[in-house]
């Protein structure tokens, strides 16, 4: 039998269409094949020899241990059909089991209150329904059959969708039931930085929100702020310890998220590890590139100063490559090394006089330095800022809070393909930021060795690039030029780690990132490890996060057996992320219309005088509320390897 004889894989009751055979995977790992998978959207096989029987009864079992009890039929339903496939699989089944069995499973998909009850009875229903024959020659032979060896993991749309994978319901939940700590405790196994996170994080998993296909999704990054700020507010000190003290310790250049998260993780497991840091604050590109209204630098210090706490030294104003070497590192006793960096520099603009150094040309990596540093970077009224993602964003509300009374930003694409996060685009149109679409720079105009304007060129749309966005193309004869005082580009960042560790030690690519493992994030040096903006190139905070998480781990293993290899939960996440957990076009069996959590802001015309935070602090029973609007989409994986 092969999974073309027998699939039901993407088979939705609510109407998903049918997964082709040829396109469900069929390699676990690298040399270990995938012989069958059950999980939450049906099952496909791939090799006969797998005891499916056997198979429901492990997937059952799972199941029962994550049914949370809060609905009666799901608790007691779970128990009973993981109950009777053991007697089956230990040879003690009846045919009247099997009635016994469907009507349970369709029971609990009927009336259980979350997903774990409405999903994981589908696979077996079509076994019963499909390979009903199998349980009867099994109950027909009395003989006991062998457990086969599962690889489980649980996991949720939103789940999936995160970086770092944080169990999201998991979380939201202690938020409903007033345990905000218990949810602190949540957040903190997967993230380090919750206060951080929890104001600046790009939210990829409320995009990824089943709830989206009812009302509106869940406001899951304000919920972890939310629990951030009520330990805040308590007064209360993280309830972190080292672990058992190591013998070995390790290097860490860059304090920025990857590099925090790290030393975090490595510190909750005994490893005392030394950050080496340019900057003299914590915090990397989040301290100096994300401005004090979203982001205020005692929150960021704050949970800085709890990486310290579990062992963590950070030596500030230290530039690894030159004032201290990979062959220093080693010398003073470092068994490994994590490489953070970050993405520190600007992309090029490819505008004609960009490199001629003018007054009041600034990049946008530089201009938001500088403001962090309580300077006002350069001068005049008007201001233009070129590009549309959240640095641009941070920009141009930066510019306004300046004093600049004419704050344009110019795109050359349409709203609709902006990649900033929605909200920061509105916020910037309440704050007054006018905006130039369909329109990119061509030449800098400048006067006495200063800005004077921007010649610029008319854009339309053209046929979508390799990022799904339509391609910009030029107007021909639709040049013109808008008069400024200063131009700002924030187009992109680059990397510069051939700068902090020599090529010829390391393998570095020709965009300056370092080629490392996607999994165990070990280099071609053993004792070198490397995660965040520095390998992917430019990405999100919490993905840098997830990288130094991740990173430890395989550290550690490192420093233990001398080896880094991934683990069979690595290869799951894998091949649960390419099959694919968030279905957007999935049909809800029923609709709603609750309201999604909006957190109090300060009104425009008083945050753009100050850098002070927009945004207010969520009251419990507003968070409370917005955490009963969870689904609790946990869906179950197996995969017998």
């Known amino acids: 039998m092969t999974s073309q004889t027998f699939s039901t894989w993407g088979r939705w009751v609510a109407g998903r269409e049918q ?10 790992s690298k040399d270990q094949p995938l012989k069958a998978f059950m999980g939450w959207d049906g099952l496909f096989v791939h090799d006969t020899a797998v005891n499916l029987v056997d198979m429901a009864r492990a997937y059952m079992e799972q199941a029962r241990q994550e049914s949370c009890g809060q609905c009666f ?3 007691l339903g779970t128990e009973d059909m993981s109950a009777i496939l053991e007697g089956i699989c230990a040879g003690k089944g009846t045919p009247s089991d099997l009635d016994r069995l469907e009507s349970l499973a369709r029971l609990v998909t009927d009336t259980a209150r979350c997903d774990i009850g409405q999903t994981a009875p589908r696979p077996l229903l079509d076994l019963l329904q499909y390979r009903r024959e199998d349980f009867l020659n099994i109950i027909k032979s009395k003989t006991p059959i062998p457990a086969g060896h599962y690889v489980t993991k649980v996991t949720a749309p939103c789940t999936n969708a995160c970086p770092s994978h944080l169990n999201i ?6 938020i409903r039931i007033g345990r905000w700590d218990q949810a602190l405790s949540t957040i903190r196994n997967d993230c380090c930085l919750p206060g951080v996170v929890g104001r600046v994080c790009v939210r990829p ?6 709830r989206q296909r009812l009302d509106s999704g869940i406001a899951i990054r304000a919920l972890k702020r939310y629990a951030a700020d009520m330990e805040l507010e308590s007064g209360q000190e993280p309830p972190l310890q080292p672990g058992p ?9 860059g304090a920025g998220p990857a590099g925090l998260s790290c030393a975090y993780y490595l510190g909750l497991k005994g490893y005392q590890s030394t950050i080496f840091e340019a900057l003299n604050e914590p915090g990397g590109m989040a301290a100096v590139g994300i401005p004090d209204y979203r982001l205020p630098r005692e929150i960021l210090r704050g949970e800085a100063n709890q990486v310290k706490k579990l062992g963590c030294e950070i030596r500030y104003g230290v530039n690894v490559g030159v004032d201290i070497t990979l062959d220093d590192l080693k010398l003073q006793g470092y068994s490994a090394i994590f490489v953070g960096v970050g993405a520190p520099e600007a992309s090029k603009m490819r505008c004609e ?5 003018y007054q009041c040309f600034m990049t946008g990596v530089e201009f938001l330095r500088r403001v962090a540093y309580g300077e006002r970077p350069v001068e005049g009224k008007k201001i233009l800022v070129i590009g549309g993602g959240n640095v641009a964003m941070d920009c141009v509300r930066s510019a306004l809070r300046l004093g600049f009374t004419d704050v344009n930003l110019i ?17 910037a149109q309440e704050e007054g930021v006018k905006f130039n679409y369909l329109v990119a720079p061509l030449r800098i105009v400048a006067k006495d060795g200063k800005v004077a304007g921007l010649e610029c060129q008319r854009m339309e749309l053209g046929e979508p690039d390799a990022s799904g966005r339509r391609r910009p193309v030029v107007v021909e004869g639709a040049n013109f030029i808008i008069e400024c005082d200063a131009i700002v580009p924030a187009i992109g960042q680059i990397c510069v780690v051939d700068c902090v560790l020599p090529p010829e030690e390391v393998e570095i690519t020709k965009w300056k990132t370092m080629v490392a493992d996607d999994i165990t994030f070990r280099t071609n040096q053993p004792y070198i490890f490397s995660g965040g903006d520095c390998v992917t190139g430019p990405a999100t905070l919490i993905a840098a996060l997830a990288a130094g998480k991740n990173a430890a781990r395989f550290i550690e293993q490192f420093l233990t057996t001398g080896q880094s290899v991934p683990e069979e939960s690595d290869y799951m996440e894998r091949l649960i992320s390419r099959l694919g957990v968030y279905y957007f076009k999935e049909k809800m069996p029923y609709a709603d219309s609750t309201t999604k959590l909006h957190p109090p802001v300060m009104e425009p015309e008083v945050r753009v005088n100050s850098f002070e935070e927009v945004e207010g602090v969520v009251n419990s029973a507003s968070a409370t509320k917005e955490a009963s609007r969870c689904l609790r989409c946990y869906r179950i994986a197996m995969a017998a390897v």
């Open 169 to 174: 319901p998991g979380y939201v939940e202690k």
């Open 353 to 357: 006089g960009e490199d001629a150094g």
């Open 411 to 427: 795109y050359r694409r349409t709203r609709a393909e902006m990649p900033a996060d929605p909200v920061e685009i509105t916020e």
């Open 245 to 253: 003290a190591k013998d070995k310790k390790v290097a860490i250049i």
């Open 73 to 75: 039929p799901c608790r």
């Open 205 to 210: 998993c409320e995009f990824n929100c089943r």
């Open 19 to 28: 997964v082709p055979p040829d396109k469900l995977p069929s390699e676990f």
